[in-house]
């Protein structure tokens, strides 16, 4: 009589026998829990330069929090973010915050190359001096003269894939985004026209950013619009 071969599951059983215990222990730390951010934000929250998802490693922690709040509680939609934070505690929202937050990782390249020289003009005088004719105040004033954000809530916006820039702008004008009120950002996106947007989204995008940025302890004066979020 031939002999019965052994099955899938008895052949996978003898080799994890042969395997130490400690190997088949899975680490119950941040970094772990956190896998299913990575599926979308990019291996420990980096990103990538190419696609829809925003870096979150290295943002403030402040930031971070307000917007895992804001989807949880549906001022941002997004199916998948807010599935995931649907019954997660505030204090565990603050936890996830801390771990990205403390990430100090490289960026990479500019995403945008070759654009043209008007358009980045206009996109770095929005960036650096806003429009005061039209009350747009320059992005420097909010999130810091490098852009890489102000502790305790305002974030970078170096390293952010065009794409994502121009469809958060867009969100805030139709209100799909939202955020505590006084709602500075939805305000200044309704004062911009789709050229100022798109020249901004363009000059963020074609920024190198020198390693080891990190958020502004604080800014120089008074935030230009009143943000109901800024120091959440």
Not at 167 to 187: I, L, N, S, V, Y
Not at 217 to 232: D, F, Q, T, V
Request: with cysteine; net charge positive.
């Amino acid at each position: 009589m031939l002999a019965r071969r052994p099955t899938l599951a008895l052949a996978f059983g003898s080799v994890l026998a042969c395997v130490p215990a400690a190997a088949l222990t899975v680490p119950d730390d941040m970094a772990q829990r956190m896998q299913a951010c990575v599926v979308c934000h990019g291996k420990e929250g980096r990103a990538t330069n190419h696609g829809f998802f925003p870096r979150i490693a290295g943002k403030p922690a402040g930031y971070l929090y307000n917007q895992l709040v804001n989807f949880r509680e549906g001022r941002r939609r997004n199916a998948t973010m807010a599935y995931l934070v649907d019954h997660m505690s505030d204090a565990y929202l603050r936890e996830i915050a801390g771990y990205f937050a403390g990430l100090d990782l490289p960026y990479p390249p500019p995403q945008t190359t070759g654009a043209p020289a008007a358009v980045l003009a206009r996109g770095e005088q929005l960036v650096r001096q806003g429009d005061p004719g039209r009350g747009i105040p320059a992005c420097t004033q909010c999130h810091g003269d490098a852009m890489t954000g102000v502790n305790p809530a305002m974030p970078g916006l170096l390293g952010l894939p065009r794409d994502y820039v121009l469809g958060q702008f867009g969100a805030w004008r139709t209100g799909a985004r939202r955020a505590a009120q006084p709602d500075c950002m939805a305000e200044v996106a309704r004062r911009m026209s789709l050229e100022d947007v798109s020249a901004a989204a363009v000059w963020l995008s074609s920024q190198p950013v020198a390693p080891g940025p990190a958020p502004a302890g604080s800014l120089p004066a008074k935030l230009p619009l009143e943000c109901g979020s800024a120091a959440r």
